[in-house]
């Protein structure tokens, strides 16, 4: 499968409130892949994926899944979020079902890949426990198999890990490898944690806020067998600091402009 | 168990305030510091109530205010739920009607009782529409409050997963939104209640609200305090009703 | 335990406390009755025996009689009836019947004075095809619950063996029970005149029955607390007194007060002059006769004693009324 981002620009709001949120955005991603989007917030990564599961439509440039043109969300392409991942009133095994529900699988395939799926995430035993049971890291990882149970051809992640404790996005994020290594899937994972992207993706895209824009793109290819050694490994460290110190130069007053692209992206996004 | 422990209970307090209640009555009553004509003791209006129940007129009141009640508010819970979720998801059903909602809302019921007269005549149609109108508007209000505050990520979930349209209604909204909408019908009923013993006293022949404007008539205020009591308990039965169906259909929520 | 049993003593006074202030806060709910020069609270609805006491406001007769008035108007003639019971008003204009019921409910009232005697101004009316009381069976007939109407429809059906199941009864008060049957809702309505030209605007529409079919049947008067009768009656005589000089007024002055009174009754001057025949006004003699006792529907007391048989047997009085001291005749006798 091949997803292509070509020379997408978004902007909100009409004529003289219009705000150019991302500009010329350039990406690809194939069968496979593992690639992160990092950025400070109001870099607009969030609009990126947003763009590319269908949620939006761009201002201008195109989005090609497969050489069809993206016009809507689908299954094809799954998507985790960070917060209310979950449907409260169904047990975990309901909501890892409801995407096959939706499609309408037959009663035996959804039974047998709801069991399957949530066996992958490490979640068999608790399949009857309700969402408000689960921990946070527990809720997410419902949510992981949720999504890829209706088969999707990308997964998109949005700062899934966000809301946790350090603790357990240290091990969801060993979890999630682990996962991607085993099963092959092709992932799009948004954060504004630039180790969690190293330490995850083969290929990072930078981010500067103001407008959105990639500005640069590193591969990552590291040794990553050891995910808790590699954190504190010198040329894993060494290659974070000299990324960290790109992306603080993006932003001059930290401050004062995390405050406002915050506000403005919030803005952004309950327009849509 | 300690006598701490049994004062916890929360059902045995709520007895005790109304135990303090009634023995306040009675002492007030027994005083006569009220003209006994217009405070009549606990045990009058127990009486009063017996006769009542003895002679099948408070089980016929109760069952026509209540018959009212249900058709009236039936009505309005099958109108409001799908105004209610169109108008919270379609930004032009929203802006549409909401502010002719809002305007109706605030002319008070009992002011359509002539007009319902004149147009449905004086049987039950006029008395279970006034319950319709006086509760419509308020219930699909929060029901479009409900839907407009279900989380986007709820509903982003399910489109990316394949689902449309009516599929995100029923699978997302509704049940999300279940445990608002029990409760608004259940904080509404209240009105309903209201509503029905203000239609009674216009040209009803059975009633608990015809039963205590009579009453007036014949200066028997045991009868009217008996008619107030009635409706309060079947008010706080009807909630409670509301209340155990919440916690069996909702118990995510609760 | 000292602190426990003093913490009980402190809820036992506290629970008194809050039990002496309520009774009081109940008790101060009950209006006390006018002492001393506070104005006499008269009620009255639409009816041409009443009509008069608007000439007495307008031409400044209660002055003249020396008494301060505060006449309290009232579109629904029940609304009237439960003010007094409640012990808003000092007097009201009813009628004998309603009276009673009211003095069976517990009421403690007094008859002062005869305002009128019904003579056709209350009617039983009817649509097109219902040509007798007999033709009433299964049909929709209102009227106000509980009064004068009620019980006039009441002795009509028992005339032509018929009672209250044989038809379906619709409490309306009067006004909008003539509405709904001119509005074609109800078969019959049982309303008292101005309301009668209302319902008889109905097209084919008849008077079945009225007070002229059963007189000494429904008498019109102005009834007072008892209380009230005792803490004021040098102010209840100038009333009285004032009620007599209005009479004159209207005998001396026809135009001027006819006005005042259609006015009032809000039908035009030739429909109000339609009702004089349906309402005998009683002059002081007609008065003093009325009070004495006697064994025919003329002597009050007597009336009273037959009315209230009736009211019991169809349900207008729950338990039998004590009439001993119902009426007070001294206001007529001393009258001037």
């Known amino acids: 499968m091949h997803l292509s981002v070509q020379g997408v620009s978004k902007s909100f709001g009409k004529g003289r409130d219009s705000k150019l949120v991302l500009d010329d955005i350039n990406l690809e991603i194939n069968s496979g892949e593992f690639v992160a989007l990092v950025g400070s917030s109001g870099s607009g990564k969030s609009t990126v994926m947003r763009l590319i599961a269908g949620l939006e439509q761009p201002s201008s440039g195109t989005i090609h899944m497969d050489d069809r043109p993206v016009r809507g969300p689908g299954p094809d392409r799954g998507m985790v979020f960070q917060k209310y991942s979950l449907y409260p009133w169904l047990s975990a095994a309901d909501n890892v079902a409801f995407g096959m529900r939706l499609q309408g699988r037959n009663k035996r395939d959804v039974k047998e890949r709801t069991a399957y799926y949530l066996e992958v995430v490490g979640l068999q035993d608790s399949a009857s426990r309700f969402p408000r049971q689960l921990s946070g890291g527990m809720q997410q990882r419902v949510a992981i198999a949720r999504a890829l149970a209706a088969d999707p051809k990308v997964m998109l992640l949005d700062e899934p890990f966000g809301a946790l404790d350090l603790q357990i996005r240290e091990s969801m994020q060993e979890f999630l490898y682990q996962l991607w290594e085993r099963s092959g899937l092709t992932a799009l994972l948004i954060t504004h944690d630039l180790e969690e992207a190293l330490l995850m993706a083969q290929k990072v895209h930078i981010m500067a806020p103001r407008p959105g824009r990639i500005v640069r793109t590193v591969a990552a290819t590291l040794d990553r067998s050891n995910l808790s050694a590699l954190r504190m490994e010198r040329s894993f460290l060494e290659l974070r600091e000299d990324l960290a110190g790109c992306l603080r130069g993006l932003d001059q007053e930290p401050a004062a402009l995390a405050a406002r692209s915050l506000a403005s992206t919030t803005g952004s996004s309950s327009s849509g | 168990m300690s006598l701490r422990r049994q004062l916890d209970q929360p059902w045995l307090l709520g007895l005790v305030g109304i135990f303090s209640l009634l023995l306040l009555w009675q002492l007030v009553a027994a005083s006569r510091v009220v003209d006994p004509l217009f405070l009549p003791s606990p045990a009058e209006v127990l009486a009063a109530g017996a006769e009542q129940a003895q002679e099948g007129i408070l089980v016929n009141d109760a069952v026509a205010s209540i018959g009212r009640v249900l058709g009236g508010y039936a009505l309005s819970i099958l109108v409001s739920l799908p105004l209610g979720i169109a108008m919270g998801s379609n930004r032009l059903v929203c802006q549409l009607l909401e502010p002719l909602l809002g305007l109706i809302r605030y002319m008070p019921a009992p002011a359509f009782i002539p007009l319902l007269i004149i147009y449905f005549g004086l049987g039950e149609l006029p008395k279970v529409l006034l319950i319709f109108i006086g509760t419509l508007f308020f219930n699909t209000l929060m029901i479009m409050d409900a839907v407009k505050f279900v989380p986007r990520e709820l509903l982003e979930s399910a489109l990316t997963m394949g689902g449309r349209g009516l599929q995100i209604i029923t699978k997302v909204v509704a049940p999300f939104i279940a445990p608002q909408v029990l409760d608004a019908y259940r904080i509404n009923m209240a009105a309903a209640w209201n509503l029905v013993i203000v239609a009674e006293l216009v040209a009803a022949n059975e009633g608990l609200g015809k039963r205590i404007s009579l009453a007036q008539r014949f200066l028997r205020t045991d009868e009217i305090f008996v008619g107030l009591i009635v409706i309060g308990l079947i008010g706080l039965l009807i909630d409670l009703g509301f209340r155990l169906l919440m916690r069996r259909t909702c118990r995510w929520a609760i | ?336």
């Open chain 3, 1 to 336: 335990m000292t602190n426990s049993s003093a913490k009980k003593r402190n809820r036992a006074l506290s629970l008194l406390l809050l039990a002496t202030l309520s009774g009081g806060l109940l008790a101060s709910c009950q209006q006390p009755p006018q002492e001393g020069n506070a104005p006499v609270r008269i009620g009255y609805s639409a009816w041409p025996g009443w009509f008069p006491w608007k000439v007495s406001e307008e031409k400044g007769l209660f002055e003249q009689a020396g008494v301060p008035v505060t006449l309290q108007w009232f579109d629904g003639y029940l609304d009237s009836i439960n003010a007094l019971n409640a012990g808003q008003l000092d007097c009201n204009s009813q009628t004998l019947g309603d009276t009673i019921s009211s003095v069976a409910g517990g009421a403690d009232l007094r008859v002062v004075l005869t305002n009128d005697n019904s003579t056709g101004n209350d009617q039983v009316i009817a649509a097109e095809g219902i040509s007798s009381v007999a033709d009433l069976q299964g049909k929709s007939v209102a009227a106000e619950e509980g009064t004068v109407d009620h019980y006039l429809l009441l002795l009509g059906l028992k005339q032509a063996g018929l009672s209250a199941d044989d038809i379906t009864f619709v409490p309306l008060e009067t006004g909008a029970a003539a509405a709904a049957f001119a509005a074609a809702q109800v078969d019959a309505v049982g309303v008292f005149a101005p309301f009668t030209t209302q319902a008889l605007k109905r097209s084919g529409s008849t008077t079945l029955f009225s007070s002229a079919d059963f007189p000494g049947a429904i008498s019109d008067h102005l009834v007072c607390r008892a209380e009230f009768v005792e803490k004021n009656p040098e102010q209840l005589q100038n009333v009285v007194n004032a009620w007599f000089a209005t009479l004159a007024e209207i005998k001396a002055q026809p135009e001027s007060s006819l006005a005042i009174m259609a006015e009032r009754a809000g039908v035009s001057e030739a429909e109000y002059s339609e009702y004089d025949a349906g309402t005998t006004i009683f002059s002081l003699e007609d008065n003093r006769q009325a009070f004495q006792p006697g064994d025919t529907m003329q002597s009050l007391p007597f009336a009273a004693a037959q009315i209230s048989d009736f009211l019991q047997e169809v349900g207008l009085a729950e338990t039998p009324p004590d009439l001993t001291n119902l009426f007070d005749s001294r206001f007529v006798e001393a009258a001037k």
